[in-house]
């Protein structure tokens, strides 16, 4: 195996015997973090011709692409930091830009003579970016409509400027060339962007402690669910033999065990537990239909 490289490429070149290394012996790397950027370079073209040799799923693989990873890890520290106004979300930018960069690893060719970094910089920020789309919305949005919303921003603001008053959806429409319905449902769309914490206080000018928004909003009613649920099983059960509404009167009107029953009709236990089944097997498929 061939010397460590704390810190330089130098140290990398020969094996520890002196000799020269052979196409398939790569630099043993201890600690790739440490490598220096320019090292880290030089090392990354060494790993990535090696990688491109090797089958993909191997155990070797696996180690040359997790020492790429590691190797170009400060590319992924340093695009974090056009993002530092969100610092309480850092920990997330720097894992989601590592997802960013394990992907221009895995794209990544020598063929194309161009620098790792300057690939792998794009696919890096725009996960960050597509993280930060993804995660801003408060309810599912089509992606379509997430883009249109940042087309609508920039047509607002220029269109504001040069009428000095906030455009209609038709003329927003024909600035961006765009349906006027289209635009509508941007704009409501758009309105999913953000939304007020249940917790945030309803009066912004009072004190900690205050009455919130969560505290004035209204609970499921458990007494209406259940008339509900009564007036849909109606119509199937009305579609009930005689019998079976009488099993369900029973059991669920009179509460009456299932051997009760059984004596009342004459048959066993366990029979009136698979007719049972069969009748609340049925109202449920019925209930589900309808939804």
Known sequence: MATRVPTGLAQAEVEHTGHQES????????????????????????FFARMAELEEGTHEYQDVRNTLIELNLALVKFAATRFR????????????GT???????????LSREVEFASFAMPCIIGEIKRFFRDTSWD?????RLQELRIDLAKANEALFQRLDRSPTPAELAAHLGRDE?????????ANAYTASSLDAPLDSGSDEGGESLGDVLGVPDEEMEVVENVQALKPLVAKLGERDRKILRLRFGEEMTQAEIGAELGVSQMHVSRLLTRITTRLREGILAAD
Not at 24 to 45: I, Y
Not at 99 to 109: H, M, P, S, T, V
Not at 139 to 143: E, I, K, M
Not at 181 to 189: K, L, T
Request: glycine content about 4%; hydrophobic content about 45%; proline content about 5%.
């Open 139 to 143: 309810v599912h949005v089509p992606r």
């Open 181 to 189: 319905e289209e635009i509508i449902e941007g704009i409501v769309a």
């Open 99 to 109: 997802i960013g960069l394990i992907k221009a690893i895995d794209r990544f060719e």
């Open 23 to 46: 196409a398939h012996e790569l630099p043993h790397v201890e600690n790739a973090l440490a490598v220096a950027p320019k090292d880290a370079r030089e090392l990354s073209k060494l």
């Open 85 to 96: 106004t969100r610092s309480d979300q850092m920990e997330d930018i720097v894992q989601v």
